[in-house]
């Protein structure tokens, strides 16, 4: 597995490289506009320049795009609806441009409607922004399930990749939503349970990321609280097998970790790398 953070693209840019780097990232997780809102990137031309010769050295791979955190693409609101594909497929230009491999997205909320109203306009949103580039994943994120929030149980997930059916629409795999959701990832069995569900529903060969998170909240609680790793219900031996689980292998692994009690990024990351067998 590949180790990585979600880094900060704080003024300027490029420095992002740089941050990860510096920390040991083999991959990494960046946003290219502040994630609650829906100003579009003006992040300079010499910047994404700049970011790309940085990287032809550090050879960070993959990059990951996180999208905003306003996407909704089952929004009954024009604006919002039009505004979630606006902005993927702005971050989808920019991932193609910065060599990244995609952009993680969290779907959206059905807002008490059902999925088999909403499935065409998803699906219709989704194709629009796939349309608009050639190379870049588009990236479905499992949810904890919190109110009506899309993609907690694979099935619905599945019921997304089957009406676009795009090579391109990929999905990531957060462990602390799927604990959230009522995915037992904790055990042994909970964790081979699972990984069997992704692959009948999903197939593992769409999983291209996973968010390594452990939970600060109980098995399906259908919060989303990220806790550090080992310091949460998940816990630091579940680590273990997902780092060494040869289902999972060579795949990047990113923290979104809250950093409590002091703890680093670094730090994380080194528990992690302390957890895969040699
Ligand atoms: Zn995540
Ligand atoms: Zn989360």
Redesign the pocket.
């Known amino acids: 597995m590949l180790f990585g953070a979600h880094i900060s693209t704080a003024s300027p840019f490029s420095d992002a490289i740089l941050r990860a780097e510096e920390i040991g990232c083999e991959c990494m997780q960046i946003f290219t506009t502040p994630p609650q809102r829906w100003n579009p990137a003006t992040i300079p031309d010499k910047e994404l320049d700049r970011f790309v010769k940085l990287n032809e050295k550090a050879k960070i791979d993959p990059v990951i795009i996180h999208s905003i955190y306003l996407i909704n693409l089952a929004s009954d609101n024009p604006f919002f609806y039009e505004s979630s594909i606006k902005s993927l497929i702005d971050n989808m230009k920019k991932a193609e441009i910065l060599g990244a491999l995609g952009v993680n997205f969290h779907v959206g909320s059905t807002k008490g409607k059902k999925m088999s109203e909403l499935i065409d306009k998803i699906a219709l949103g989704i194709k629009t922004v796939l349309a608009a580039s050639d190379k870049p994943y588009l990236i479905l ?1 499992n949810s904890a399930g919190a109110g009506d929030v899309i993609g907690d149980k694979f099935e619905e997930l599945a019921e997304i990749l089957n009406k676009v059916k795009s090579p391109r629409l990929k999905v ?1 795999l ?1 462990t ?2 799927a604990f959230g959701s009522g995915y037992n990832l904790a055990t042994k069995d909970g964790l081979e349970e699972m990984l069997d569900e992704f692959d009948k529903y999903i197939g593992l060969e769409k999983l291209v990321c996973l ?1 390594l ?1 452990d939970s600060a909240v109980p098995l399906f609680s259908k919060r989303d609280r990220h806790a550090d790793i080992g310091d949460g219900y998940i816990g630091l031996e579940a680590f273990r097998r997902i780092v060494n689980h040869p289902r999972l292998h060579g795949l990047p692994g990113i923290i ?1 970790t809250p950093g409590n009690k002091g703890k680093s990024d670094i730090d994380s990351l080194k528990i992690l790398r302390s957890l895969v067998k040699r």
């Open positions: 994120e990531t957060d602390a939503h968010h998170n979104e």
